[in-house]
């Protein structure tokens, strides 16, 4: 059984930083994109940042670029998502997901497989 289990999300003061972290169990990575979403009240969820497995590739939601970054540890099975000089229009719920290689990583619907989701709160 696949599961992801989110955490480090908190309360942080604008400017501050955190560091997110998704285990990964029941799957194999090397096939896997690794995404990290997340969800405002109100608004859709959208894209964050993507990570690869297989060669480590990244890519970043322009909101984010210069800011956050995403890596991975494969002898942990855990993604990380390194947050800094965050805003309080950052503030929602992060979700990381799992996919499957060559699927088109910025949209939700490529993700198979997602965490229960942890708070991060900005407060300015």
């Known amino acids: 059984q696949v599961q992801l289990v989110e955490s480090g999300g908190g309360l942080v003061q604008a400017g501050g930083s955190l560091r997110l972290s998704c285990v990964v169990s029941?799957?194999?990575?090397?096939?896997?994109?690794m995404g990290w979403f997340r969800q405002a009240p109100g608004k859709e969820r959208e894209f964050v940042a993507v990570f690869t497995w297989n060669g480590g590739s990244t890519a970043y939601a322009d909101s984010v670029k210069g800011r956050f970054t995403i890596s991975g540890d494969i002898t942990k099975n855990t993604v990380y998502l390194q947050m800094n000089a965050l805003k309080p229009e950052d503030t929602a719920v992060y979700y990381c997901?799992?996919?499957?290689?060559?699927?088109?990583?910025?949209?939700?619907?490529?993700?198979?497989?997602w965490g229960q989701g942890t708070q991060v709160t900005v407060s300015s």
């Open positions: 997901a799992a996919g499957r290689l060559g699927r088109i990583y910025f949209y939700a619907g490529s993700y198979d497989t």
């Open positions: 029941g799957r194999t990575l090397r096939s896997t994109i």
